[in-house]
């Protein structure tokens, strides 16, 4: 096992960006002064130090919302994407529930979504959770059955933090839009890796993570339409911070971060996503080369670049990682990798549960290196290698 001190993280090659991404050195620099001297509480306004902290509170929300095509006004900023995607669900269903009663989503959707909407079942609400298809896909023949006059939310992923699927979001939004339901989209995983537009795809409800697009841990978003309004039910009430939808105050640090994460994500992301494509294919012709037997899960062309997720035939997926603490490789989601239950995405997929035992997930991102991508290939191709010798040998 890898020390805890941190001088041996260095030696590890980061292949796990879907659960977070290293805060960018930039994004650092642009925080560093709320933690000094720019102190100010953002909503003291009677002063210059209040002032100057509420003048870039506001410039990192116009960085927001510039890369959703939206307008500052309509970003709330919230702890990360679980909250917002509890705010939005949540808020959405209560402050409709007499008249709309009924919630949709996806089979595949991160735990705090799944969650969110069991909870409204408990509640009383009306749950409709739908399967995708092999590739993981949403099925918009049963989305749009689904969708009534009494739906008040439906709430798919842009894409997946497991598989990287990205869902087609702007049939989604027509769809929804066509029925009056408020189209959510939980976009923690597809923000800043592909482009998005809340008025183009017609997304009323967006949620945003700081630490997945290179910016910091414990700040998110969530994006509310003014028009057609979107009405919410706060889930935290105080003193009417963030237009009274999450009251408390806000860490300036944490929201300047957010906005520098999303302004070098508007920047830098159409050439970022062409090479980390091009990383994630170099480490696929890797272990093609090397002819491992695997399977690639979910659909290839509709897909995050950074991502694989990969089964390697006869390997379990914890023993490899195992093999390999040379390398940062998850099975999943992080709340999950501690569970020998088989992923609920895969089997939503319809994998098999011995495919999704084998199953791992590689995540590429900004700082990754061609040099890292070929070392990875070379310890997967030996680790699986040397896996599958001694599954053999004992088989005999
Ligand atoms: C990481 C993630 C979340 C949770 O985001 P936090 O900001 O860590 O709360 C929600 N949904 C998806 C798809 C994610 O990948």
Do not use: W
């Not at 977070?20 to 953002?42: C, H, I, K, Q, Y």
């Not at 895969?346 to 070392?375: K, M, P, V």
């Amino acid at each position: 096992m890898v020390s805890s001190a941190s001088d041996g993280l260095a030696q590890v090659i980061y292949l796990d960006n879907q659960a977070t991404t290293r805060t960018d050195p930039r994004v650092v620099d642009a925080m560093l002064p709320f933690f000094s001297e720019r102190f100010g509480n953002p909503h003291s306004v009677d002063h210059a130090y209040g002032n100057d902290a509420e003048t870039a509170v506001e410039a990192a929300r116009a960085d927001v919302a510039a890369l959703i095509g939206a307008e500052a006004r309509e970003i709330v900023f919230t702890s990360g994407a679980t909250e917002a995607n509890n705010l939005a669900i949540k808020g959405a269903a209560h402050f409709h529930k007499a008249e709309r009663p009924h919630v949709v989503t996806l089979a595949t959707e991160h735990k705090c979504v799944l969650e969110s909407v069991a909870r409204l079942e408990r509640e009383g609400h009306e749950v409709t959770v739908l399967g995708v298809d092999r590739d993981g896909l949403v099925d918009l023949v049963a989305l749009e059955q689904a969708v009534t006059e009494r739906t008040a939310v439906v709430s798919i992923m842009a894409a997946n933090n497991e598989i990287g699927v990205v869902q087609p979001l702007a049939e989604i939004g027509a769809l929804c839009r066509a029925r009056g339901a408020y189209f959510h989209s939980d976009a923690a995983q597809a923000l800043g890796k592909i482009p998005l537009d809340v008025n183009a795809m017609q997304i009323d409800l967006l949620s945003i993570s700081g630490h997945k697009l290179y910016g910091p841990k414990g700040i998110g978003a969530l994006y509310v339409r003014r028009r057609p309004r979107v009405r919410l039910e706060p889930m935290i009430d105080g003193g009417g911070q963030e237009r009274g939808l999450r009251s408390g105050t806000l860490a300036p640090a944490l929201c300047v971060g957010l906005g520098m994460a999303c302004r070098l994500a508007g920047r830098e992301m159409a050439e970022e996503a062409k090479r980390v494509a091009a990383l994630r294919d170099r480490l696929v012709e890797r272990l093609r080369e090397a002819a491992v037997p695997l399977t690639i899960n979910g659909a290839m062309d509709h897909r995050l670049d950074g991502n694989l997720n990969v089964a390697f035939d006869g390997v379990p997926a914890h023993a490899l990682i195992e093999a390999l603490p040379e390398l940062a490789l998850s099975t999943g989601s992080a709340c999950t990798s501690a569970s020998v239950e088989p992923s609920y995405v895969l089997r939503a997929l319809g994998i098999e549960d011995a495919t999704a035992a084998q199953s791992l997930r590689i995540s590429i991102g900004r700082f990754n290196t061609a040099e890292e991508i070929d070392e990875a290939g070379r310890l997967l191709v030996s680790a699986v290698t040397r896996l599958r010798q001694a599954q053999s040998a004992a088989a005999q």
